[in-house]
């Protein structure tokens, strides 16, 4: 059986990765399981979704603590989770990486294999926008095998419809242009790790849990008023974010009160401003305001 | 100077809510509730209770209401039966999770259908799990009195939830009876006023009723089940203060000729005065018969019923439930729980009996303990034992 975990972010596929996998890998006479992390759909927030494949019978419904296979749909993610947590010794980790980036590969080459493809310029070159799920799993089948392009077709083709032939192309491309870097060498069986559990279960809870149960407030209550803004929802911005052009604003307000999450606020002297902490670059502000004063636009990290 | 009348006892239960200043009650008038919240009505509407009183369109919005009052420090209170508890039952969770000390009275009546309004548990037996400290009055003076402990116990921060005080409907609720009455001032020395542990307060904000995923779930529930728990030892020591007050002395658990007993009925609420009688009528026979009676239904005084009955060669459980598919009902699945682990076990002899308010009276125990000391055979170890069948 082979555990493969996908990290992304809401609305980039990752959920919709591991369900293709899973159709073609059972289109191929296999057994596989795709689940996501189940919970709030939270867009732009990092998410984490599941996949199994084996040619037996699968008798597990727990979440993946120690994956074989770590996918990374989106670059930014490496420097906000640890996307190798608990990914075995000598495992395969799959990253969305631009050459640019490549040097944060190093902390990782002396321990797993690794597969690197630029699938954010795949994605924007084949289907026109940076949605990379489906380009990655071309950097996938590439690195682990599992199924074959030929079988992703029909799950694609069910599941995009028209637009199936540009994710098929982008899966093609991500297939050709992966590079598998040098694996470090394989334990010898003298070497090979005991299996064992990863942690204690004690450990575990202590993971699982935020707080020791008597130091809950009485009903679950929050006593710091406004501990919201404390919770930068900007972490979570990977589809650009809002330019204003202030010459075209005439201060209306809209953006402000369609913005979810109070991130287009009125200055002291009532022009506009964008708050990058809470700033999730849904573009709603841009969609609703009536001077077309505001464009989406990608930006670099140095903003 | 002893204040004894003769007086309904929902209208007795609503003087003893005045008595303890509530701040709020919502609540929807349905039978046989609905003299108890029609009085508090008169008594606000008098002036003779400070209070708030919200005529709601449903139970839902009552018990929504009181928790909303609850949350803000008010003292809150509501009543309902039968299908107006039902409805209540999405919101009694909350309250209890939210550790909002609110008390109810439930004049307990069958649910539907056939539409029936008389007396049974079959209202009460399926929010047993709510979260709710659950308590069950025998007779017009223990209902009364329940009602200023229940807030006292609610209130107290070692607690900090929901009291749900049952007495049958009609049986008890509808009944004259004589019941001593307490003074304002006895009350008030009794029962504080309430010092909210926290609140709704636009001057201190904070967020009552938060989303809590897996990672907190679990430990909050933990913490609300230590806090049920605690409920019966803050209960006892409640019960000691009301004695010394007003002289009358409560347990969780009653035990009466349970001494020598080989059979020992288990009942819970208005009919086990009937059964004490039948008790007495069995003794002047010659059976060796006793009782004991669950005041305390939540949290379980698990120990006390052990120890009540571990003597007894029998136990007849009387249930006014049917648990449909079950193995009767909820006390005799309780029981039989309780003494799996004992070295010694009674059997346990199980009958659901007085549905919908079907009479039940000293006829009905001396049969229950006929067939219990008979060993009569059970099906699905419990016998449905007032149902014509020919």
Same mark, same amino acid.
């Given at each position: ?5 996908? !990290? ?247 953006? !402000? ?47 | ?44 509407? @008098? ?9 709601? #369109? ?31 039952? #999405? ?59 229940? &807030? ?18 009609? /049986?008890?609720?509808?009944?004259? @009876? ?46 609300? #089940? ?35 007993? #080989? ?10 005065? /009937? ?27 698990? @120990? ?72 009569? @055979?059970?099906?699905?170890? &419990? /016998? ?7």
């Amino acid at each position: 059986m082979m555990e493969i975990r996908f !990290h992304g972010r809401g609305g980039q596929g990752a959920v919709t990765a591991a369900e293709l996998m899973a159709q073609a890998a059972i289109l191929d006479g296999k057994y596989a399981q795709a689940f996501p992390n189940f919970g709030p759909e939270r867009r732009g927030a990092p998410v984490t979704a599941f996949l199994r494949v084996s040619d037996q019978p699968i008798y597990l419904r727990e979440k993946i603590e120690s994956p074989d296979t770590v996918v990374v749909l989106d670059p930014t993610l490496i420097d906000l989770v640890n996307v190798a947590d608990g990914l075995k010794p000598g495992g395969m980790l799959v990253m969305n990486l631009a050459a640019s980036g490549r040097g944060a590969l190093a902390k990782y080459g002396d321990q797993f294999q690794v597969a690197v493809v630029d699938a954010s310029r795949i994605a924007v070159e084949t289907i026109g926008i940076p949605v990379t799920n489906t380009a990655i799993l071309g950097s996938l089948i590439k690195a682990c095998g599992i199924t074959s392009l030929k079988t992703m077709e029909g799950p694609m083709e069910r599941r995009f419809g028209r637009l199936a032939a540009k994710n098929l192309l982008a899966l093609q491309r991500a297939f050709e242009e992966t590079e598998v870097l040098a694996a470090p060498a394989a334990p010898s069986p003298a070497d090979a790790p005991v299996v064992q559990e990863p942690c204690t279960y004690a450990e575990l809870l202590q993971r699982e849990a935020l707080l020791v149960w008597d130091q809950l407030q009485i009903g679950c209550d929050i006593d710091r008023p406004g501990s919201t803004a404390a919770f930068h929802t900007g972490n979570w911005r990977s589809a650009g974010r809002p330019f204003i052009d202030r010459d075209k604003c005439i201060s209306c307000g809209f953006c !402000h009160v369609y913005c979810p999450d109070l991130a287009m606020n009125f200055t002291d002297d009532g022009a506009i401003e964008w708050d990058h902490r809470y700033c999730k670059g849904c573009g709603i502000c841009a969609e609703e305001c009536p001077k077309g004063a505001i464009s989406m636009r990608e930006e670099s990290h140095e903003q | 100077m002893s204040n004894r009348v003769g007086i309904e006892v929902s209208i007795a239960v609503a003087e003893a809510v005045g008595l303890c200043d509530v701040d709020v009650v919502a609540a929807y008038p349905i039978t046989p509730q609905t003299h108890i919240v029609e009085h508090l009505a008169d008594l606000v509407a @008098e002036g003779k209770l400070n209070a708030e009183y919200i005529a709601v #369109e449903s139970e839902h919005s009552a018990i929504s209401a009181v928790m909303g009052a609850s949350a803000t420090g008010g003292r809150a209170f509501t009543a309902t039966a039968s299908q107006g508890l039902a409805l209540m039952h #999405e919101i009694l969770f909350a309250v209890s999770s939210l550790r909002l000390p609110v008390v109810m009275a439930v004049a307990n009546r069958a649910v539907s259908a056939p539409i029936n309004i008389w007396a049974d548990l079959s209202d009460v037996m399926p929010q047993r799990d709510t979260g709710w400290v659950q308590l069950f009055a025998e007779n017009g003076q223990e209902a009364y009195d329940l009602m200023v402990q229940a &807030f006292r116990l609610a209130e107290d921060h070692r607690v900090l939830l929901p009291v749900m005080v049952n007495l049958d409907g009609f /049986t008890l609720s509808h009944m004259i @009876e004589p019941i001593t009455m307490m003074e304002r001032n006895e009350v008030r020395r009794f029962l504080p006023p309430i010092e909210p542990a926290r609140l709704l307060d636009p001057d201190h904000p904070r967020s009552i009723g938060p989303f809590g995923a897996q990672d907190v779930y679990t430990e909050a529930k933990m913490q609300q #089940e230590m806090a049920l728990l605690r409920s019966q030892e803050v209960m006892e020591e409640i019960w000691q203060d009301f004695e010394a007050q007003f002289g009358r002395r409560y347990h969780a658990v009653e035990s009466y000729r349970t001494g020598d007993a #080989e059979v020992v009925l288990v009942t819970m609420g208005a009919v086990s005065e /009937t059964a004490r009688a039948a008790v007495d009528e069995m003794r002047a026979q010659g059976i060796a018969v006793g009782l004991v009676r669950i005041r305390m239904w939540r949290p379980l005084p698990q @120990e006390e019923l052990r120890q009540a009955l571990e003597g007894a060669k029998v136990v007849a459980v009387l249930d006014r439930m049917l648990t449909p598919g079950g193995t009767g009902g909820p006390v005799g699945e309780a029981l039989r729980s309780i003494f799996y682990d004992a070295p010694v076990r009674p059997r346990i002899y199980e009958v659901v009996a007085g549905l919908g308010g079907r009479e039940i009276n000293r006829r009905t125990f001396k049969e229950i303990v006929r067939q219990a000391l008979a060993g009569q @055979e059970q099906v699905r170890q &419990f /016998t449905f034992l007032d149902v014509r069948c020919a």
